[in-house]
């Protein structure tokens, strides 16, 4: 069993739907992050939680929002889509923001149609 | 600007071979180097780590080589085995701030019998 578990690990979605991507971590950290892994790129980095403080990456799209309600729970909410964001997007989490050992889901397979 | 150049983009070693991918990176500030291991379907997990007050550390099979002065460090895999085949990612981070793991485009290291 994973420390780090996201659901659903694929999602179809059209691009005119709402969906949001959920991670849990039960490693008892608190610090939180989104990353999207495209093929041939690097692991981009979204957002960062940390304590309930959020930290965003000012490249990524407002049609991407996230959501940390507690230090174990961390949503990403997806609405009106690009089909240039499929993706695997992964969650990771750290026992802070200034441990750089981040450990990973498996990921959320994501194809916009 | 990519900050972290990795390479080769795939490999193909025999059994028993010594697998080699490099890194060169661009931040002198960064002071953490990791490097993770992806098989298909499952999210990066952390494989071995290195600081630059080392030139070498070594973990099993698994060394990473780090030359402070050419900005570069390399994963030397011994003894490739196909349970090896996975996909490598160097990354790069600054300590003390929120951890944004800095990414290299990844290696397909294929092991062949």
């Known amino acids: 069993e994973t420390g780090v578990t996201q659901t659903p690990r694929h999602l179809v979605m059209g691009m005119t739907n709402k969906k949001s991507l959920k991670c849990e971590q039960h490693l008892g950290h608190n610090a939180m992050y989104w990353y999207k892994q495209s093929a041939k790129k690097p692991l981009e980095l979204m957002f960062v939680y940390s304590l309930e403080e959020r930290v965003e990456n000012n490249s990524v799209p407002s049609r991407f929002s996230p959501e940390c309600p507690n230090s174990s729970h961390l949503f990403l909410h997806l609405h009106t889509l690009q089909p240039e964001d499929s993706a695997l997007y992964l969650c990771a989490s750290s026992q802070g923001t200034y441990d750089t050992e981040a450990f990973f889901g498996q990921g959320t397979r994501l194809t916009v149609v | 600007q990519q900050q972290v150049k990795q390479s080769p983009q795939s490999l193909i070693v025999q059994k028993g071979g010594i697998s080699i991918i490099n890194c060169a990176y661009e931040?002198?500030?960064?002071?953490?180097f990791p490097w993770y291991q992806q098989f298909p379907g499952k999210g990066p997990a952390l494989l071995i780590a290195i600081r630059p007050d080392v030139s070498e550390k070594k973990e099993g099979r698994f060394t990473i080589s780090f030359n402070k002065s050419a900005k570069q460090f390399s994963l030397h895999i011994m003894d490739s085995q196909p349970g090896d085949s996975a996909t490598y990612f160097c990354a790069a981070s600054k300590t003390g701030t929120a951890s944004k793991l800095t990414f290299g485009t990844g290696t397909r290291l294929q092991v062949t019998l």
């Open positions: 931040n002198t500030a960064f002071d953490y």
